[in-house]
């Protein structure tokens, strides 16, 4: 197994459509890479900063629940 260290940004898209409410979907060009390194097998890390607030928590446990 590989052991990768990512450096990069995690964060919060927010996605809006006509006539719909808005939408939070957690992203990261470097958390999504992450995240597949894991599920591939490899020892993946994320070094990046989590805002001290709701949405640095929501990224925090999704980057958790991906083994990240």
Known sequence: MTRI?????????????????PVEVVGGSMLNVAAGLTRLGHESELATWFAR???????????EAAGV
């Open 5 to 21: 260290v990512n450096i990069g940004e995690a964060l919060i898209d927010e996605i809006t459509r006509p006539h719909s409410e």
């Open 53 to 63: 607030d709701a949405h640095g928590d929501k990224v925090r446990a999704h980057a």
